[in-house]
């Protein structure tokens, strides 16, 4: 799978369709998320693998100066236990949920699919994340263009997804699509939404690797915003 973005081949210009960012359920997302799911949405052994992912990437802990962004948030968001920064901001989609992670120092609420626009300043964070909700975004080139904006130079957002997903929510593209296409799908959200603005994109297959059984699949997709 990490292969995947090693030999790219990008179209010279944006591949998608408008369509393609359809859902089957086109409601306003404020009516799916008006009530909080104190839930996960991927199983244990792959949140373990992603918080160990965090923590091998992370700045380290305790940085005052250190910000750190997580989109589309909720009640936690797997980072390793004890993980300090000066600033962590949260935004999502329900107050309830966000206010009950304790990993933030703040909280915003806001819904990217109507206004993709991040409330925070230029040259903010040294970290943006984003779990297992970049499937939902129906303006990913905006949002990622945002995310480029409020960024540090050198700083990084990696995109973490699996393959579950609320599927009347998820864009149309995502749901036609498998794992491998999933990865590209990404990747091009960096290259195509500031040109020249990000590293190439990198993909990390964080799959963990059950003994019995089958565990979700995990990838983390990331790229920096060049110096």
Not at 126 to 150: A, G, W
Not at 183 to 198: D, E, K, L, N
């Amino acid at each position: 799978m990490e292969k995947v973005l090693e030999d790219p081949r990008w179209p010279e210009k944006w591949p998608f369709r408008p369509e393609n960012f359809l859902r089957y359920d086109e409601s306003p997302d404020t009516y799916f998320y008006s009530q909080p799911r104190f839930v996960t949405h991927i199983d244990d052994q792959a949140i373990k693998a992603l918080t160990k992912f965090y923590g091998a990437v992370f700045p380290p802990s305790g940085g005052q100066s250190t910000a750190v962004l997580d989109i589309c948030s909720s009640w936690v968001s797997h980072y390793p236990e004890g993980y300090k920064a000066g600033r962590v901001a949260g935004l999502g989609m329900n107050e309830e949920e966000l206010a009950r992670n304790p990993q933030l120092t703040e909280f915003a609420v806001k819904d990217l699919n109507v206004d993709p626009t991040l409330p925070y300043g230029d040259n903010t964070f040294d970290v943006i994340t984003n779990c297992v909700s970049v499937d939902y975004l129906n303006k990913p080139l905006e949002i990622f263009k945002e995310m480029h904006r409020v960024l540090k130079p050198g700083g990084t957002a990696y995109m973490s997804f699996s393959n579950r997903c609320f599927p009347t929510k998820a864009i149309s593209l995502w749901t036609a699509t498998g794992d491998a296409d999933h990865i590209w799908i990404v990747g091009s959200y960096f290259h195509y939404s500031v040109p020249g603005g990000f590293t190439e994109p990198k993909c990390k297959d964080i799959t963990p690797k059950a003994l019995f059984g089958r565990t979700d699949p995990m990838y983390a997709v990331f790229a920096s915003k060049q110096a």
